[in-house]
């Protein structure tokens, strides 16, 4: 089958816009079109508003604003001949039956015989969108229904027509895995399909007990975000994000298309989400919902959704969560909460109580099996497990077994489980070291194995099946197979110490006795937000220059092993890639990044310079202090892998991978392919620096930016480090000098700014809040 060289999306509003956004991003060219606005002067106004609104979105759908350029605008009445050049067509028009059939019919008219046909419909039935048309339509039309936004939530549904070739199917699933870096989950044809329909029932519940037991908005959103393993965004502030009138008519809508559900009733709008929309308080769209920001400086205000008013939204504190929360591991966490006596424990044992037994009572309504539930939940909706994941977590007969005891009737197949005295939804089964998963399959009633997922390479799987070649308290080593060591790092939020630092020294020297090639990978939230920011500062307190003088110093020499190792290093950076983590990736042979990538220096941030390399590497890419310069003292950050590469954070020969979960497997076959050529090089003695005329110039324009107030004095005096640095330390004009002479320079500006008062405040600052200091 032919690869998909330009697609079209029908109707650009907010889902349609975002899906031609991200093929954008993917580098295939798109065709947009919608209606012609009555009255408007553009016949093609709709389409190019879509485009503009996806440029805008914070955050933003493309991953540079130029990718604007490959969605072409038009209009349902001017352009619908056009679709004869497309390979692909997406309809996401309004959730109206009558609009979808009589547009799809305009379209079958002119489409060529071999393009694929799909519908973002969320709710629809397939079967009577595709009723009355043709075979050739029919073996062509699928559902393929997007999140929103898309470009961030990872789930794409697939769901077959009722007569789809089953070979479209498999071509369409592993082009928007590779292409589109997409978590693809086939679905049935039921109302909502699986997360939808999952999703609503539990934001549902989470209203029924928000009432039922007396919980405030801002107590409800304080247990239902990261405490449990959801988005900080919680279930209040996700509605006002979403659109509580999205909400509203979704629930209504399942409500009347499920007639069969036992747990129908909990998809009636409650008074509170109803009032809510007959005020047109639907959220941000409208400037106010559950909450609302008020005032020059935007106070958050939450509603009293008893009396319908808002007042300054309150801190949450709960002894027993707060308890719980020492827990760092999601699972005894969960346990701990679950176990308490108090009213905030109780509302998280019914959420997840009546949210477990009916995800599990939905099978084989929705999916025959519960993997593809637990992804869906995981993908969709950005929870941390899916709910069978989230029973085993739990502890699977103590909460079946509580479940009971209250009345709750368990579905069939969780009480053969019982029965049979089993632990769990799932169970490894690891084989000669190779990492193996079971499931428990509620059809046949035993475990069955879950597929490999050819080029998903898990390390937490592979590091359960092998064990570890080293490891400390916050990195390993794991050997990932054909020749290749992985370093892992795992401290919180993936931050560089020593536990690090020697690790990393250790894996460069194993893999030159036992490897071919190293990557370094994780499987964390982020790849490191950089220096463990604690150790610094106490230092600095304490005045152990010596010590801290040593430790930079280390750090400085492990980047440089990075560069200059026997074996290739492939980094696999993403997500936020921050500091010692920048510098540690920029020391690397090649990297392999993912396509959602926010890389940057960002030490200003906390007084201080970037100092294990970072400034030497950018000065040895660039070639350019000035631009150098802006970069490291206006702490950019990346807003994709593509925008790292324009900055110059990536290099033209290292590699992007859509699908974050194939970053690893494509870091290592990256680092296998660098082995047959690859030949260490040596340090540079011959990097050309400006001196005191580029310092100069670098210092005035710091000076201007203090006369406008854009930075302060500290900020200022920083901007003279870098200056001082990337100039070579001010030595009479250009000249060339050793990597190891612009290290010195990096240290020694870091040592002396962390001896100021300022500098000080604003690692204080940063650790308190996770916010800048601009002193």
């Not at 936004?149 to 089953?166: F, Q, W």
């Not at 659109?243 to 129908?264: E, I, K, S, T």
């Amino acid at each position: 089958m032919q690869a998909f060289r330009r697609v079209a999306v029908l109707g650009a509003g907010t889902m349609g816009s975002r899906i031609a956004a991200h093929f954008a991003n993917a580098g295939i060219p798109s065709l947009l079109l919608d209606i012609v606005v009555p009255g408007a002067p553009d016949r093609n106004a709709a389409a190019k508003k879509g485009i503009e609104t996806a440029l805008k979105q914070k955050p933003g759908g493309l991953f540079l604003d130029a990718n604007a350029g490959l969605i072409t605008p038009g209009n349902f009445e001017d352009d619908l001949s056009k679709l004869a050049e497309a390979d692909w067509i997406i309809e996401a028009v309004v959730e109206n039956l009558g609009a979808k059939r009589d547009l799809w019919a305009k379209v079958d008219a002119v489409r060529k015989p071999e393009a694929i046909l799909s519908t973002n419909t969320s709710g629809i039935p397939l079967a009577q969108i595709a009723e009355g048309f043709s075979d050739s339509f029919r073996h062509r039309f699928l559902g393929t229904h997007f999140f929103n936004p898309p470009r961030y939530l990872h789930l794409l549904e697939l769901i077959p027509g009722p007569a789809t070739d089953p070979e479209i199917l498999r071509f369409v699933a592993d082009f928007c895995d590779r292409r589109l870096g997409k978590g693809v989950v086939p679905c049935k044809d039921t109302p909502n399909f699986i997360a939808n329909r999952l999703g609503s029932f539990f934001g549902s519940t989470v209203g029924k007990y928000t009432v039922e037991d007396d919980f405030t908005i801002e107590e409800v959103d304080a247990l239902t975000g990261g405490l449990i393993g959801l988005p900080n965004s919680a279930s209040y502030r996700l509605l006002d994000i979403v659109g509580v009138d999205v909400m509203y008519f979704v629930n209504r809508n399942l409500y009347d298309a499920v007639p069969n559900d036992p747990w129908r009733e909990r998809f009636i709008p409650g008074d509170m989400l109803t009032q809510l929309v007959e005020r047109k308080w639907l959220g941000e769209k409208t400037g106010q919902g559950f909450f609302k920001r008020v005032g020059l400086k935007k106070e958050i205000h939450a509603l009293d959704w008893k009396t319908f008013e808002y007042h300054p939204a309150k801190k949450v504190l709960f002894p027993a969560v707060e308890q719980a929360r020492l827990n760092e591991e999601l699972a005894p966490r969960l346990r701990a909460l679950v176990a308490g006596k108090d009213k905030a424990s109780n509302f998280i044992w019914k959420l997840f109580r009546d949210y477990l037994v009916y995800s599990a009572g939905m099978v084989p309504e929705i999916s025959d099996r519960i993997i593809e539930i637990d992804r869906a939940m995981r993908w969709g909706y950005a929870h941390k497990l899916g709910p069978f994941e989230y029973w085993d977590a739990l502890g699977f007969t103590a909460t079946a077994k509580r479940m009971e005891a209250e009345g709750l009737a368990l579905p069939a197949a969780v009480e053969q489980m019982l029965s049979k005295g089993e632990q769990g939804f799932y169970r490894a089964a690891d084989l000669h070291g190779q990492p193996h998963t079971e499931y428990f399959d509620f059809a046949s009633a035993q475990y069955s194995v879950v597929e490999p997922r050819p080029g998903i390479l898990s390390l937490s799987d592979t590091r359960r099946a092998r064990g570890v070649v080293k490891s400390n308290a916050g990195a390993s080593l794991v050997d990932i197979g054909d020749g290749v060591l992985c370093l892992e790092f795992h401290s919180k939020m993936n931050t560089l110490g020593e536990d690090q630092i020697g690790l990393l020294y250790q894996g460069i020297e194993e893999t030159a006795r036992n490897f071919e090639a190293m990557i370094i990978a994780n499987e964390g939230g982020d790849f490191s937000a950089g220096a463990n920011l604690v150790l610094v500062l106490l230092a600095a307190q304490d005045g152990e220059w010596d010590e801290l003088n040593a430790a930079i110093h280390r750090f400085q020499q492990a980047n440089m092993a990075i560069k200059y190792a026997p074996n290739p290093v492939v980094v696999a950076p993403f997500s936020r890639t921050l500091g010692g983590g920048c510098e540690i990736s920029l020391h690397a042979a090649r990297c392999q990044a993912s396509a959602e990538l926010y890389m940057g220096l960002v030490e200003v941030g906390v007084g201080v310079i970037p100092a294990g390399g970072g400034c030497k590497e950018l000065l040895l890419r660039l070639k350019n202090p000035q631009k150098v310069f802006e970069l490291v003292g206006m702490a950019k950050v990346s807003s994709s892998a593509e925008d790292a590469r324009n900055l110059g954070l990536l290099n033209k020969a290292d590699g992007i991978s859509m699908n974050q979960e194939r970053l690893i497997a494509d870091a290592k076959s990256l680092a296998l392919s660098l082995v047959p050529s690859y030949a260490p090089g040596t340090p540079r003695t011959d990097v050309k620096v400006g001196g005191e005329g580029a310092y100069a110039a670098m210092k005035l324009y710091a000076w201007s930016m203090r006369q406008g107030n854009f930075i302060s004095d500290h900020d200022q005096r920083i901007g003279e480090k870098i200056a001082g640095i990337l100039s070579g330390g001010r030595l009479t004009g250009e000249q060339t000098v050793s990597e190891q002479y612009l290290l010195d320079l990096e240290r020694e500006a870091f040592l002396s700014l962390c001896g100021t008062a300022e500098t000080q405040a604003r690692m204080q600052h940063m650790l308190k809040t996770g916010k800048p200091l601009r002193n």
